[in-house]
């Protein structure tokens, strides 16, 4: 393993550590503005704002350079996912749809 610039190489050529490690990354921005984010008097357009600012750059920094796979991709929309239900106020109990989610939070 090689770690250079917050990316790690693994000896056999995947990334699925560099994946971990920035859904860590992700998680620790997350806790960090979670008073923000789960404060039910913030506007939730306002939070979607502050979470593309902040936790999603975080989780996406550096992705660009990725040979991403399709478990990457669906590893990091469950992941995104579980926030924005989260800062939404939605639990899958609710038996809300992602797509209603996303709409609710990414619509202007």
């Known amino acids: 393993m090689f770690i250079n610039l917050g990316s ?3 000896s056999d050529g995947e990334i699925d550590g560099d994946i971990i490690n920035k859904i860590q990354v992700g998680w ?15 506007p939730l357009k306002l939070k979607g704002k502050f979470y593309k600012m902040v936790v999603r750059h975080a989780l996406s920094y550096s992705v660009e350079c990725w040979p991403l796979k399709e478990k990457h991709n669906t590893k990091l929309s ?3 996912m579980r926030m924005l239900r989260w ?4 639990t899958l109990r609710d038996r809300i749809r992602n797509e209603h989610i996303c709409e609710k939070v990414w619509s202007h």
């Open 8 to 10: 790690i190489v693994q």
């Open 87 to 90: 800062m939404s106020g939605f």
């Open 28 to 42: 620790l921005k997350w806790r960090n503005a979670s008073g923000l984010l789960c404060d039910r008097k913030v």
């Open 78 to 80: 469950v992941i995104e």
